[in-house]
């Protein structure tokens, strides 16, 4: 069984939906869960940055984490076209980040 | 534009071959992470330098080696290719390494694609 579980889709949904992501993991010691959005052939880009548990909101994007249950999601409002990409959880073990194999998104106009 | 630049974008080599894949961390970053990404493996570390000193290595094969220099740049070495090590290399930088949250926030560079023919 992998550290971290992530679906990986492909997800298709129309312009204006929301999406939901989400990660399942099973080391308690996690701390810091980060999400990542990665275009197509280009380097990850850091999205969203959570400690323990709890919810955070930037602009369309609310990062949730329930250490209780090793969950994180990942909700995106009102998506747009630009927003198609492979979204991946990470989470930070000593410094090193373990990924989930990532969701594809695909937001149709 | 994460500030993390990666160089060359391109290897193209053959079996048996040896590349050094090069990457410069954002201005005031210490830490340099070194990932690789595969289609069946998804992003995995592979080592993690600190202020020139090596601090956590991963599934990094004895064919890998990395070192961080002075100027805080660091370099992969890959030797005695093999078909399998195809796949796209992304260092990531941070400002520190563990301890406060800031210091977990990686920022990763356009990577570098190797194709071993």
């Known amino acids: 069984q992998k550290e971290v579980e992530q679906d990986p889709g492909p997800l298709s949904v129309p312009e204006g939906a929301i999406v939901s992501l989400n990660c399942t993991y099973s080391?308690?010691?996690?701390?810091?869960f980060m999400w990542y959005r990665q275009y197509s052939r280009k380097g990850p880009e850091l999205l969203m940055y959570?400690?323990?548990?709890g919810n955070k909101e930037d602009g369309r994007f609310t990062a949730q984490v329930d250490k209780s249950s090793k969950y994180i999601s990942l909700f995106i409002r009102d998506s747009q076209p630009s927003d198609s990409a492979t979204y991946l959880c990470?989470?930070?073990?000593?410094?090193?980040?373990?990924f989930g194999q990532g969701t594809e998104l695909s937001v149709k106009p | 534009d994460s500030g993390v630049t990666q160089t060359p974008k391109h290897l193209i080599t053959a079996t048996g071959q040896r590349v050094t894949l090069r990457c410069s961390p954002r201005?005031?970053?210490?830490?340099v992470y070194w990932y690789q990404q595969s289609l069946d493996q998804g992003l995995q570390f592979l080592i993690q330098?600190?202020?020139?000193?090596?601090?956590a290595k991963g599934n990094i094969l004895e064919r890998f080696s990395a070192q961080q220099f002075p100027d805080l740049h660091s370099e992969l070495n890959l030797s005695s290719l093999e078909l399998g090590d195809s796949a796209l290399y992304f260092c990531?930088?941070?400002?520190?390494?563990?301890?406060?949250?800031?210091?977990?926030?990686?920022?990763f560079g356009p990577g570098t694609r190797l194709t071993v023919l």
């Open positions: 990531a930088s941070s400002e520190g390494t563990s301890g406060a949250a800031r210091y977990n926030e990686q920022f």
């Open positions: 080391n308690s010691a996690f701390q810091y």
């Open positions: 959570t400690y323990s548990s």
């Open positions: 990470a989470m930070s073990q000593g410094g090193k980040l373990i």
């Open positions: 201005s005031g970053d210490l830490s």
């Open positions: 330098y600190y202020n020139g000193e090596e601090r």
